[in-house]
């Protein structure tokens, strides 16, 4: 029996893997589809953990202990829900929408990388903890994972895996290059240089005041490639509840 559950346990941490590949990999491949999923499964796990989160927090705004009417919960909870998925869908598409398919194959790693942390992480908590994988993921994973990918975007770009593109150049694109209606792909891969040459200039305007490796990890903290942890966060938090729910249905 023991054996048993050891290979059934491994069966479900390979599923794990392929499950975070997958998201990367439809990312990569569909981004557009990717963005779409994103939102809809944002909207969907939003709509559910907020409402039960404004039914125990609108008491501590509204006289203590007054129940919330459910008209106000469900109103708050859905325009959360609604704003969130917009968030999610838009942070989707620009991280992973552009025509420079070798940095975009850069990205889905670290953001796989970073989905399997965050997924990893709520099992640890769940196990150890009881900690609800969807309500942790949710609400309080968005900012670790967001800095994880963030850093670890850094971190290629400091070993130019990803090349820096300097405001000249960026300048001539847009001039010269950028057609009169471009697409969205060529408007995202715009932004992501426009992206990197801003948290370039965010170092360098620190390092004025502060040591350089300090600055590169305030650089860190303040780079837009943070609002994608929201993305991961989503995502972890759905392999994770998941891959804890067949855990727990092992004999």
Do not use: C, H
Not at 173 to 189: D, F, G, N, T, Y
Request: proline content about 4%; charged content about 15%; overall charge neutral.
């Amino acid at each position: 029996m023991a054996v048993l559950r050891i290979l059934l346990n491994a069966v479900i941490m390979a599923a794990e893997i392929a499950a975070v590949a997958a998201v990367a990999w439809l990312g990569y491949q569909y981004p557009f589809v990717f963005a779409a999923v994103t939102a809809g499964l944002s909207f969907l796990l939003g709509l559910r953990l907020e409402m039960a989160r404004l039914s125990f927090e609108l008491p501590f705004y509204f006289e203590g202990a007054r129940t919330p009417r459910r008209l106000l919960v469900a109103l708050v909870g859905s325009v959360e829900a609604i704003m969130k998925g917009v968030l999610a869908g838009l942070a989707a598409l620009f991280t992973f929408a552009g025509t420079d398919s070798g940095r975009l194959l850069w990205v889905a790693i670290v953001f796989g990388l970073t989905t399997y942390a965050g997924s990893t992480l709520l099992r640890a908590l769940s196990v150890s903890f009881r900690a609800e994988p969807w309500r942790w993921g949710y609400f309080r994973l968005a900012a670790p994972l967001g800095l994880a990918f963030s850093a670890g975007l850094a971190v290629l770009a400091a070993l130019q895996i990803l090349t820096p593109t300097s405001v000249g150049d960026i300048g001539w694109k847009l001039v010269w290059e950028l057609p009169q209606k471009p697409s969205i792909s060529q408007v995202s891969e715009l932004f992501f240089q426009i992206k990197q040459a801003f948290d370039d200039f965010i170092v360098t305007v620190l390092e004025t005041v502060l040591p350089e490796p300090w600055a590169r990890v305030a650089g860190v903290v303040v780079s837009v490639n943070v609002l994608t942890g929201f993305v991961a966060s989503v995502y972890a938090a759905s392999i994770a509840a998941i891959v804890r729910g067949a855990e727990e249905r092992l004999p």
